[in-house]
């Protein structure tokens, strides 16, 4: 098994980012990777995103969740109201790859909310009605044991077919989230009848995996996983893990895991020419473009985990009875990759005038009051800006052997990122 080293090398990251330019077309997507893109998930994200899409240089890839996909079906041409109510349109300069999440977590998770969205959905065929009608998932389960692969391809068509529908570019089939043995295999029979449905419509051949975090405490079940990779060569691999911890101190034997999984997806991508795209990641997003990834994901309003949002409601205080700070986002922190939290952020400015970034977006707020109005859109804008220049700069000092400011000194410097300077 894998060991875990601090000391940073400094020439094996070098060598790493090294090999990761390169060009890749995506259903006639031209992409320079790597390259970033943005979870879109409220119309504050949409406005935002699309508004910023022609400045930003490596940021080339929208992931709507089918469950809200419905109100933000895109055209690469498309006027629609902005956040004050005047009409926008927006003529872009490039090709945007659009990503559908197809949420197969909400065909086994019981997030009333989420269900309701799938099931007021018209053309929701009715073998799916009754899965998401049910308190339980007896249903899907019985299906996935006996493999009743003509109703199984029937509902991984309805996903493939929505998708598309909603402006995919590259239709994948849900995957229950994994983390076993029978999860694992539920989650390949699903994808191997995807890649039947690709084929016979000639789309390219995808494959998504979801993740449960504790899938990565299972070095046996995470070998299997890249096993069935290598049996189905896909031309795009794109995964998710849930609510993963991989940064905490104590998760070691997870860090462990997830460098060989990486290891495993590099070789795959270097046998087949597969994309790696991880969704709905963080600042480890960017860390492992060097390893293996292509293109990371992130949520547009740094919130990884909805579903937890949505569950905690009820247990909130009355909203009356929180200040201004209880209601402010979370913040990209571009300095050390790390996240501030409404409070944190809030203090920081107070103690010195100013966001700790040097942006364009940040400085405009240099010696002046506290912009509570516009925070939750100036702080989406902010991290767009960085993460693009962050692969901007990531880009130019691969080119030139000069691998300090993009990545060697972050990683050095963030208390929470250091640790994984082993992988390297």
């Known amino acids: 098994m894998y060991k875990e080293y601090k000391v940073l090398n400094k020439e094996k990251i070098k060598q790493s980012f090294k090999a990761i330019l390169r060009e890749v077309e995506i259903a006639n997507v031209k992409i320079e990777l790597p390259a970033y893109g943005s979870i879109i998930r409220k119309k504050i994200d949409f406005n935002i995103f699309h508004r910023n899409i022609n400045l930003l240089k ?25 956040i004050s109510g005047g009409k926008i349109e927006i003529k872009y300069n490039k090709d945007i790859l659009t990503i559908i999440d197809p ?11 989420e269900r309701e969205k799938f099931l007021a959905m018209k053309d929701l065929p009715a073998i799916l009605k009754q899965i998401f009608s049910q308190n339980d998932i007896s ?23 929505k998708e598309m ?26 994808n191997r009848i995807g890649q039947t449905i690709q084929s016979d419509n000639e789309w390219q051949n995808t494959v998504y995996y979801l993740f449960e975090y504790s899938s990565f405490k299972n ?4 070998k299997q996983t890249l096993k069935n990779l290598f049996l189905m060569k896909p031309d795009i691999f794109i995964f998710n893990i849930r609510n993963y911890k991989f940064s905490n101190k104590k998760a070691k034997i997870e860090r462990i895991i997830l460098k060989s999984f990486f290891d495993g997806l590099n070789k795959l991508k270097q046998l087949y020419g597969t994309t790696i795209i991880w969704l709905n990641a963080d600042s480890l997003g960017y860390l492992s473009l060097g390893l293996c990834v292509d293109i990371f ?21 009355d909203d009356t009875k929180k200040t201004a700070q209880d209601m402010l986002g979370i913040f990209f ?16 400015f107070n103690n010195s005038n100013s966001f700790p970034c040097n942006c364009i977006n940040c400085k405009s707020y240099e010696n002046s009051k506290f912009p509570f109005k516009e925070y939750n859109e100036f702080r989406r804008n902010h991290l767009l800006t960085m993460r693009d220049q962050h692969i901007t700069e990531l880009k130019e000092e691969i080119k030139t052997d000069k691998l300090k400011g993009a990545v060697v000194d972050r990683i050095s410097q963030s208390n929470e990122f250091s640790i994984f300077s082993s992988f390297f």
């Open 139 to 161: 249903t899907l389960k019985s299906l996935l044991k006996e493999t009743n692969e003509k109703l199984l391809s029937s509902i991984i068509e309805w996903y493939m077919k």
């Open 58 to 82: 490596n940021t080339n890839v929208v992931c709507y969740p089918l469950t809200d996909a419905e109100q933000f079906k895109t055209t690469t041409e498309q006027t629609f109201f902005d």
């Open 333 to 348: 922190n571009p300095s050390d990759l790390t996240y501030l939290r409404g409070k944190e952020i809030y203090a920081w």
């Open 219 to 222: 070095e046996e079940l995470i």
């Open 165 to 190: 529908m909603l402006g995919s570019k590259i239709p994948i089939s849900p995957s229950v989230p994994i983390k076993g043995n029978k999860t694992l295999k539920y989650a390949t029979t699903m």
């Open 297 to 317: 994901v992130e949520p547009l309003d740094l919130n990884f985990n909805p579903d937890l949002r949505i569950q905690r409601r009820e247990d909130l205080e």
């Open 103 to 113: 949420k197969g977590e909400y065909l086994v998770s019981k997030v009333k909310s």
